[in-house]
């Protein structure tokens, strides 16, 4: 049976609570206009990591869908995954967050309002079915 982890996800730009521990940016792009020493301090993330974040000619697919019927939004959420798992770095990088959730508390964050029709949903489920035994 996996072990529970201690993952939750974060709009990006909220306040940052304790419970979230580390606060990891998983947008394609960073914040505009923001400078890297002010991501932390101005509630955006702790560290940024955009390999978990969708290529950005999906990223591009995904904005034309959002508001779309959820059957379609899923299907670029299932070639999301299949784009984040195709690679070496990606699937080392979803083991590498299971691991450490399992032994910290870690937020993964996007800027969607909508938390339901954002990849960050996706990839909530995708780094808890690597979840460690």
């Given at each position: 049976?996996?072990?529970?982890?201690?993952?939750s996800?974060?709009?990006?730009?909220?306040?940052?609570?304790?419970?979230?521990?580390?606060?990891?940016?998983?947008?394609?792009?960073?914040?505009r206009?923001v400078?890297?020493?002010?991501?932390?301090?101005?509630?955006?993330?702790?560290?940024?990591?955009?390999?978990?974040?969708?290529?950005?000619?999906?990223?591009a697919?995904?904005?034309?869908?959002?508001?779309?019927?959820?059957a379609?939004?899923?299907?670029?959420?299932?070639?999301?995954?299949?784009?984040?798992?195709?690679n070496?770095?990606?699937?080392?990088?979803?083991?590498?967050?299971?691991?450490?959730a399992?032994?910290?508390?870690?937020?993964?964050?996007?800027?969607?309002?909508?938390?339901?029709?954002?990849?960050?949903?996706?990839l909530?489920?995708?780094?808890?079915?690597?979840?460690?035994?």
């Amino acid at each position: 049976m996996p072990r529970e982890l201690h993952l939750s996800t974060f709009q990006v730009g909220t306040p940052a609570t304790p419970a979230q521990g580390l606060r990891i940016g998983v947008t394609r792009f960073p914040p505009r206009g923001v400078p890297k020493d002010r991501w932390a301090k101005d509630g955006y993330f702790d560290v940024w990591l955009p390999v978990l974040a969708p290529s950005a000619k999906l990223v591009a697919e995904i904005k034309m869908k959002v508001d779309g019927p959820a059957a379609v939004l899923r299907k670029a959420f299932d070639k999301y995954e299949r784009e984040l798992l195709s690679n070496a770095t990606g699937r080392q990088t979803v083991e590498f967050l299971a691991q450490v959730a399992a032994r910290m508390p870690i937020s993964i964050g996007c800027a969607c309002a909508d938390e339901s029709r954002c990849h960050r949903s996706r990839l909530f489920k995708i780094i808890q079915a690597h979840a460690p035994a």
